[in-house]
């Protein structure tokens, strides 16, 4: 059974960085692609950050790319969302999710497995 378990979120001030964490179960990463997704209030959940586990490619919407960096730790059945210079508008609640079909995406509907989110809240 594929289970995910989000943790790392947080109030944090503007330009605080932040490290999420999915730990995964049920399967190998080397077999999955791994999003990180997030949902504000009243906006539809967009895609954040995508890796292609077997190949290390990695993909990113513009709105943060240049801040946040996804990694995994195969030992540590754990993938990683690091998020720097965080902005009010990065606020929401993240999620991570996978799928065997290996090509990255950013759509939700690419992903079949889900965590149940964890929330980030960036405020002065």
């Known amino acids: 059974q594929v289970q995910l378990a989000e943790s790392g979120g947080g109030l944090v001030q503007p330009g605080d960085s932040l490290r999420l964490s999915c730990v995964v179960s049920?399967?190998?990463?080397?077999?999955?692609?791994i999003g990180w997704f997030r949902q504000a209030p009243g906006k539809e959940r967009e895609g954040v950050s995508c890796m292609r586990s077997s190949s290390g490619t990695t993909t990113y919407a513009d709105s943060v790319k240049g801040r946040f960096t996804i990694s995994r730790d195969n030992a540590k059945n754990t993938v990683y969302l690091q998020m720097n210079s965080l902005k009010p508008e990065d606020t929401a609640v993240y999620y991570c999710a996978a799928d065997p079909a290996l090509w990255c995406s950013l759509s939700r509907g690419a992903f079949g497995s889900w965590g149940q989110g964890t929330q980030v809240t960036v405020s002065s």
């Open positions: 049920g399967f190998t990463l080397d077999y999955y692609k």
